[in-house]
């Protein structure tokens, strides 16, 4: 399915019930007259607030040559350089005693703030304004690349180099094949006219999605940058790129971890009910402690995660296995895989479910938490499904109560039921980067 801004500008729509304009006091949910959609969603119970903005936007960048991790560069750069204000934001955040945090994903990067109330209108005065028109200067630059360069490290000796090898293995190009783990000399190799020219392309206005969350007042609103930018769309639509291969052959690649990788291709966000299905999936079975694989494997030394992305089309199951049993953990993480096409007891189903629903809601407890919530869910294209929208009684939890052990168990052998993609990485002193693809 083809999902394009007008259609989440119009679901936005018909949530708010018209445009923010059109009343006195701004609706939950709507378009701001630059362009910028947002969420709106205060809790005066909360001790902070958070502001996020979310862009669509390749991690590789948009040149045909991707260099992973140019994304998360630029919006660190952004926030580091000196705006014509005078006080770079991570600086900013800094001295109101709140934190910044930058994070990119395959197709979209989100930055985030997280600041006391009374510092709210200033925050996000000083966000959009840096953001909406984005200055980008050389000691910015510097800051970025180290920051970068930290986060790239430490993210390939965890699971995440598993994931980014996935992706590679899973599809023949567009930004989930790129991956999303830079190298610390691909990233320093990144001129400041290229980072420059990114960060005007995607970070405009009309590419924005902004969520408030928190202890926040609907007056804030009003100092959000008035910026218009260039109109339409910053990212081509990632469907056209992002090509699956059928039943790929299992790949070694070296890496600064070692492990085993299982992916499959999955529903699109658009088929609701299945995404929600491989949701409760990924949560009964590797839920830590409680998941089935936790329990199947008791004591072993090995470290097991799973879980279903939720992507415009297609999403993806992905499952990494490592540490020193990792072996002997393989053959229990097929097997309790392959034991979900069966449908489970009523009793043992209704238990599951009512952990799945506990493990959403401890996930959105704080003021970010529900920001990435609403933001993953809107820069994926179906705001109005994120497990936030409504509470418990939102789209998400009614689809939620309407699950079924046979319809679950339908779901497990229509997805998981198909040879997975296997990658298996081998430990490399010194590599920072995978070598097939």
């Known amino acids: 399915m083809k999902v394009t801004r007008a259609a989440i500008i119009a679901a936005l729509l018909v949530c708010a019930g018209g445009t923010a304009g059109a009343q006195t006091q701004p609706a939950p949910t709507g378009i701001l007259p630059g362009g910028v959609m947002y969420e709106l969603r205060p809790d005066p119970a909360q001790s902070a607030a958070a502001i996020a903005l979310w862009y669509r936007a390749p991690s590789g960048g948009f040149d045909m040559t991707p260099v992973p991790g140019l994304s998360r560069l630029a919006a660190a750069t952004v926030a580091a350089s000196t705006p014509i204000t005078g006080t770079p934001l991570s600086a900013l955040v800094g001295r109101y005693g709140g934190q910044l945090a930058v994070e990119a994903f395959a197709d979209s990067v989100a930055i985030t703030a997280t600041v006391p109330p009374d510092r709210v209108a200033a925050t996000l005065r000083a966000m959009t304004g840096d953001y909406f028109s984005p200055v980008v200067t050389a000691p910015g630059l510097v800051a970025g690349l180290a920051d970068s360069a930290d986060d790239a490290l430490l993210r390939s000796f965890g699971p995440d180099a598993i994931e980014d090898a996935l992706g590679a293995a899973l599809f023949a190009g567009g930004p989930l094949h790129d991956g999303i783990i830079g190298t610390s000399e691909a990233l320093a190799e990144q001129k400041l006219e290229g980072v420059r020219a990114f960060a005007a392309r995607a970070f405009r206005p009309s590419n924005a999605i902004l969520i408030l969350t928190g202890n926040v007042d609907t007056s804030v609103l009003s100092s959000v940058a008035n910026r218009a930018g260039p109109a339409g769309d910053a990212v081509p639509e990632p469907s056209a790129a992002e090509v699956a291969r059928p039943a790929p052959a299992a790949r070694r690649v070296d890496a600064n971890i070692a492990g085993t990788g299982l992916a499959w291709i999955g529903p699109p966000i658009a088929d609701e009910a299945s995404a929600t299905a491989m949701d409760f999936l990924a949560d009964m079975l590797f839920a830590p402690k409680s998941g089935a694989i936790a329990k199947a494997l008791g004591t072993r030394k090995a470290s097991v995660t799973g879980k279903f992305v939720t992507y415009h089309h297609p999403g993806i199951f992905v499952v990494t296995i490592s540490g020193e049993d990792a072996a002997a953990a393989r053959p229990?993480?097929?097997?309790?895989?392959a034991a979900a096409i069966k449908p489970l007891a009523p009793g043992a189903f209704a238990a599951a479910r009512a952990a799945f629903t506990y493990h959403l809601l401890q996930q959105m407890d704080a003021p970010a938490d529900i920001a990435?919530?609403?933001?993953?869910?809107?820069?994926?294209?179906?705001?109005?499904?994120?497990?936030?929208?409504?509470?418990?009684?939102?789209r998400y939890f009614r689809l939620v109560a309407g699950l079924s052990p046979a319809s679950v168990a339908r779901t497990a052998a229509k997805y998981l039921g198909p040879p997975p993609a296997v990658v298996t990485l081998n430990h490399v002193e010194h590599t920072e980067r995978r070598t097939g693809s």
């Open 372 to 394: 990435d919530t609403f933001g993953w869910y809107a820069i994926e294209g179906d705001p109005l499904y994120a497990p936030a929208e409504g509470g418990t009684q939102g």
């Open 332 to 337: 229990i993480v097929d097997q309790t895989i």
